[in-house]
């Protein structure tokens, strides 16, 4: 009897293991598990917080940049500004630009995937060699948003005539457009 009283027991005992103290073994290293993972995402959640005013003070500075970079980019009516534009700036060069053509709105085909419209407008005139390229060379310095493209030479007709030192020149202004709010 005692065997068969030691035998239940250890059955008992067995049954008690298997089907009670198993599971919550498992269930105790399911809970490390994901209290474990809990505290990685926690870790994560407080460095991001921490980087959040940094990241918002970037983000000022960025939006500060691109506020300033986007003011030399036409805007409202373009033919005027563009004019005015060309015009105030060739005050200190001597050429003469009698014409700036009609703009040209069209999709960006210089840069692929930005947010802005382009317009091309055609410019005519007349100057010395050396004062065109210097001319040609600092617009596009000092207005990083426009490029000069398709620059035509030819030689100047003179009022007397004959031949002159003066060139004409012909050529597209490319100038980004800031969509309208």
Same mark, same amino acid.
Do not use: C
């Given at each position: 009897? @005692?065997?068969?009283?030691? =035998? =239940?027991?250890?059955?008992?005992?067995?049954?008690?293991?298997?089907? %009670?103290?198993?599971?919550?073994?498992?269930?105790?290293?399911? @809970? !490390?598990?994901?209290?474990?993972? =809990?505290?990685?995402?926690?870790?994560?959640?407080?460095?991001?917080?921490?980087?959040?005013? !940094?990241?918002?003070?970037?983000? /000022?500075?960025?939006?500060?940049? %691109?506020?300033?970079?986007?003011? #030399?980019?036409?805007?409202? #009516? &373009?033919?005027?500004?563009?004019? #005015?534009?060309?015009?105030?700036?060739?005050?200190?060069?001597? %050429?003469?630009?009698?014409?700036?053509? $009609?703009?040209?709105?069209? /999709?960006?085909?210089?840069?692929?995937?930005?947010?802005?419209? $382009?317009?091309?407008?055609?410019?005519?005139?007349?100057?010395?060699?050396?004062?065109?390229?210097?001319? %040609?060379?600092?617009?596009?310095?000092?207005?990083?948003?426009?490029?000069? &493209?398709?620059?035509?030479? #030819?030689?100047?007709?003179?009022?007397?005539?004959?031949?002159?030192?003066?060139?004409?020149?012909?050529?597209?202004?490319?100038?980004? &457009?800031?969509?309208?709010?």
């Amino acid at each position: 009897m @005692l065997i068969v009283v030691a =035998a =239940a027991t250890l059955a008992m005992i067995g049954l008690i293991y298997l089907f %009670l103290i198993l599971p919550q073994n498992e269930k105790n290293t399911k @809970l !490390a598990t994901d209290t474990k993972n =809990a505290k990685a995402k926690w870790e994560q959640y407080k460095t991001v917080i921490k980087q959040a005013s !940094a990241t918002a003070k970037n983000l /000022e500075e960025i939006s500060a940049e %691109l506020s300033r970079t986007e003011k #030399d980019i036409a805007s409202g #009516d &373009v033919y005027s500004w563009t004019y #005015d534009t060309i015009r105030r700036f060739k005050a200190d060069y001597h %050429l003469e630009i009698p014409s700036v053509g $009609q703009p040209i709105l069209g /999709e960006v085909d210089l840069l692929p995937g930005i947010p802005y419209k $382009q317009v091309k407008i055609t410019l005519n005139g007349t100057g010395y060699f050396h004062d065109i390229g210097k001319f %040609l060379a600092d617009f596009e310095n000092t207005f990083p948003h426009m490029r000069i &493209v398709g620059l035509q030479l #030819d030689p100047a007709p003179s009022p007397s005539g004959g031949a002159s030192e003066k060139l004409a020149f012909r050529t597209d202004v490319v100038v980004l &457009v800031k969509p309208n709010p």
